[in-house]
């Protein structure tokens, strides 16, 4: 039992992991992820039912359903993944993306600024908390900030000359 188990948590995580690939993005304030089957995300729920004390079960399965664009089950999924790995970043910031998703801006910013607690070299938390500080709440020279320390960062991120190019219409004001 234990066996298929794993097996179904490797598959899962596998299926996962291929689903959450991100693509290069014209629009460095957007994510445009490929979304999983609906099989694929039947087996995720599978593997966090059969391990539900594995923090990567629930990781995987908030992962697909992000990429559904089903935040609020996505935001449940982190949270249990978050119980077992409250120092997850990555979490962090993917739960605050769903919280984003559906339109929670207080707890999106919240949630990356917990992120960045933990890690404050996180480039996406920086990226990501910038897109809601300009794009939601309107705090542009907050949200510019984040970007630059993202840029900082990661220099040579497939957004980079994109993000720069943005930073610099919102630095004058476009």
């Known amino acids: 039992m234990k066996k298929i188990a794993s097996m179904i948590i490797v598959l899962a995580v596998a299926l996962g992991t291929a689903a959450c ?6 629009n460095p304030v957007t994510y445009a992820p490929a979304a999983p089957s609906p099989l694929a995300i039947e ?17 995987e399965l908030g992962d697909g359903l992000m990429d559904s664009q089903r935040y609020n089950e996505a935001i ?15 979490v ?20 990356y600024r917990n992120a960045l607690k933990i ?5 996406n938390g920086h990226r990501n908390l910038g897109v809601v500080l300009v794009n939601d709440l309107h705090k542009t020279e907050e949200g510019v900030k ?7 960062l ?13 930073v610099q219409e919102l630095s004058a004001g476009k």
């Not at 690939?21 to 014209?26: D, L, R």
């Not at 999924?77 to 120092?87: F, G």
């Not at 990661?154 to 943005?166: H, S, V």
């Open 146 to 152: 984040e970007f630059k320390k993202y840029l900082e």
């Open 154 to 166: 990661a220099p040579n991120a497939p957004d980079a000359g994109q993000m720069r190019q943005t």
């Open 119 to 123: 890690n404050p070299n996180h480039p």
């Open 21 to 26: 690939k991100q693509q290069e993005q014209k």
């Open 76 to 90: 449940e999924a982190y949270q249990k993944a978050l119980a077992l790995d409250p120092k997850n970043v990555d």
């Open 43 to 59: 087996q995720l729920q599978n593997a966090a039912r059969i391990a539900p004390k594995n923090p990567r079960s629930w990781t």
């Open 92 to 111: 962090r910031v993917d739960l605050g993306t769903c919280y984003r998703g559906t339109k929670q801006f207080d707890k999106a910013v919240a949630e």
